[in-house]
């Protein structure tokens, strides 16, 4: 039978290799935007209102600041397995932390009772 650090050794590996496996990927989040206009007698500013859209939107920071382009329908179905990557690749770098984290806890002995230091992992949902 393998050692949890065998075993750990072995998903950080497997976790490696599928990130190794991703296509492109593109920063910050696809979404459905809505809009008012600038017209004051539009539909928009009746009540209830009725937005214009919804416009999908790709929203990312450049240089600590908001960007936010607007695509077409095409492009964001296009563009939608890169975004759909960046998220894939965040959940594989959390664990990988979460394993790290988990062993060094463990190699300074901060699971043990009574031992003082943290107890949880930031990026496990689990006690270490």
């Not at 017209?39 to 009725?50: E, F, I, N, V, W």
């Not at 939107?57 to 492009?75: C, D, E, F, G, Y």
């Not at 770098?93 to 949880?120: D, F």
Request: hydrophobic residues 30%; charged residues 25%; proline residues 7%.
């Amino acid at each position: 039978m393998a050692s949890a650090e065998d075993q750990a050794r072995r998903r950080r590996r497997q976790l490696a290799a599928e990130i190794a496996k991703l296509g492109p990927c593109l920063p910050g989040t696809l979404v459905d935007r809505t809009t008012r206009c600038s017209s004051p007698t539009c539909r928009c500013h009746k009540d209830p209102a009725q937005l214009h859209g919804p416009y999908p939107s790709w929203i990312r920071k450049v240089n600590n600041k908001t960007a936010t382009r607007t695509l077409s329908a095409a492009q964001a179905e296009r563009y939608r397995p890169l975004f759909d990557n960046t998220k894939r690749l965040r959940e594989l770098v959390a664990e990988i932390e979460a394993l790290s984290a988990r062993a060094v806890e463990e190699a300074e002995g901060w699971g043990q009772r009574g031992a003082t230091g943290p107890m949880y992992s930031s990026y496990a949902k689990t006690p270490l």
